[in-house]
């Protein structure tokens, strides 16, 4: 199934959401949104080439953001259609503490600490990296 017709048989609207992390607001990725209990289940479509172990990173990620979404525009569940691989994953909300992924992500962003974290892996690891001011221009 290709995107267009997967997001227009859904009869949804456009939502543009986004979730407050310490003094940042995040936004989600857009999709196309019916109502579900509670608020709204997203769907997204999108090419996701990334190893299997970045995408769960990745999904951690959106849950916890769509933890913090606030009430008027609550996400409350997510599927991603994944056109490289013609597979759908669902994300469901995940609690944030102050040690969560994006807990710690959205800290480093405001502060401006960029250093790579204690795994010392490279900066294409972290899911910001595509933001990342400590990055080289090109």
Known sequence: MNGVTYLSK????????????RRLDVGLPWGVAVRAPG???????????AAKTTL???????????????????????????????TTRDVVPI????????????????????SPSGDRYPCARCAYSYVCPSLPST
């Open 10 to 21: 859904l009869n949804g609207t456009l939502l543009e959401a986004s979730a407050r992390v």
């Open 39 to 49: 608020g709204w289940h997203l769907h997204c479509v999108d090419f996701y080439s």
């Open 56 to 86: 769960e990173r990745y999904d951690k990620i959106l849950g916890q953001l769509m933890h913090l979404t606030p009430l008027g525009d609550k996400v409350v569940g997510a599927s991603l259609l994944d056109l490289s691989r013609a």
């Open 95 to 114: 609690y944030v503490t102050e040690r969560s992924l994006v807990s710690t992500r959205s800290h480093g962003l405001t502060t401006g600490d960029f």
